[in-house]
Every structure is written in structure tokens, then in C-alpha cells.
């Protein structure tokens, strides 16, 4: 019998690699494409924003969701409005450059930014992470928005459950 060359071994193993599931996807979800320099969200936007608004636990309602991605830092991010003013949340995703895909995965965590007294709260970003969120709107009497910062989202988890019982309806 003849051995394999080094080179057909790890062409072999390689092939086998592509073909197989990922290793870890059942710890991601994925998010969104690169399609010509644009992303396309390809998860249910209804459950993204949904999830969203669950982890958020304030009663937030998401209405515009868009990635936001510059250099290694990418997020989902989720624009909505909590007792009349905006709120933003920021999850962290990843980036798979292979497939110009965008993964939600198991321990990511999030970031959100609160107008308080001022009408128009956005993002900080230093070399595109986020850092913190700055006042927009001059006309404001005072420039104050709450950031926080979470190592740990519950996104992944509240994603996962809506789908688990989104298709345990359809299967009804």
C-alpha cells in the first residue's frame, strides 16, 4: 500500500474540515453577510430585535437594528426608544472572513448607550471599539448619556430561546 505525501495528507484533512459542520455552531448565530462591500442581515430581524429587547429587560423598544463594523470590532446594533428617549445596544459579534459572515456567539458581550438629559446619544469609538457615548444634540440642556458596558450578554441565550419556541409553534 503507498503512503500518502505530507501535502495530500493535509489536503485530505483540510477537505474533510471544509465539508464538515462547524465545531462551534451550535455556540454562534449567524448575523448578517458581506455582499459587495454592504452587509445583509440574514437572521430574523423580528427575533433579533426581539432578543434585543429582552436582554435590554427595561422595557426598550428596538425599531432599527444595522452592523456596525470597522477594523476587528463588530456589532449589532439595536436603536430604540425607552420612556420617550433613545437607547442604543451594541452586541459584539464576529467576524468569519473566510465566509464574509458575521456570528453572534456564546459569551459575547454588549454595551448600551441611554440618552438621559440629552435628546440624541450616540456611540464613542476609539480605532473601532466601542468605548463609551457622547451627546450629539448641542441644543440640549445638558450632555449626559448613560453607558454601560456587559462582558457577558444574555443575547445568545435569548436568540436561541425564541427560535427553539418560534419552531416548536410551527411545528403545531
Known amino acids: 500500500m503507498k503512503r500518502l505525501s505530507i501535502q495530500h495528507r493535509n489536503l485530505i484533512i483540510?477537505?474533510?474540515?471544509?465539508?464538515?459542520?462547524?465545531?462551534?455552531?451550535?455556540?454562534?448565530?449567524?448575523?448578517?453577510?458581506?455582499?459587495?462591500?454592504?452587509?445583509?442581515?440574514?437572521?430574523?430581524?423580528?427575533i433579533l430585535k426581539k432578543s434585543l429587547q429582552i436582554t435590554l429587560a427595561d422595557g426598550t423598544q428596538i425599531h432599527q437594528l444595522h452592523i456596525d463594523s470597522e477594523g476587528k470590532n463588530h456589532y449589532l446594533v439595536g436603536?430604540?426608544?425607552?420612556?420617550?428617549?433613545?437607547?442604543?445596544?451594541?452586541v459584539t459579534l464576529n467576524y468569519d472572513i473566510m465566509t464574509r459572515t458575521w456570528y453572534a456567539e456564546k459569551g459575547n458581550g454588549?454595551?448600551?448607550?441611554?440618552?438621559?438629559?440629552?435628546?440624541?446619544?450616540?456611540?464613542?469609538?476609539?480605532?473601532?471599539?466601542?468605548?463609551?457615548?457622547?451627546?450629539?444634540?448641542?441644543?440640549?440642556?445638558?450632555?449626559?448619556?448613560?453607558?454601560t458596558k456587559k462582558e457577558l450578554s444574555l443575547f445568545y441565550s435569548n436568540?436561541?430561546?425564541?427560535v427553539t419556541q418560534q419552531n416548536q409553534l410551527l411545528k403545531k
Open 110 to 147: 454588549h454595551v448600551t448607550c441611554a440618552s438621559a438629559a440629552c435628546k440624541d446619544c450616540k456611540l464613542f469609538k476609539e480605532n473601532g471599539q466601542v468605548i463609551g457615548c457622547h451627546c450629539t444634540d448641542l441644543g440640549t440642556v445638558s450632555n449626559q448619556c448613560n453607558f
Open 14 to 46: 483540510l477537505v474533510m474540515l471544509l465539508l464538515s459542520p462547524p465545531l462551534f455552531g451550535q455556540n454562534r448565530i449567524e448575523i448578517g453577510r458581506a455582499i459587495d462591500n454592504q452587509y445583509a442581515i440574514t437572521a430574523d430581524t423580528t
Open 79 to 90: 436603536t430604540g426608544i425607552y420612556k420617550g428617549y433613545k437607547k442604543i445596544i451594541a
Open 159 to 162: 436568540y436561541t430561546r425564541l
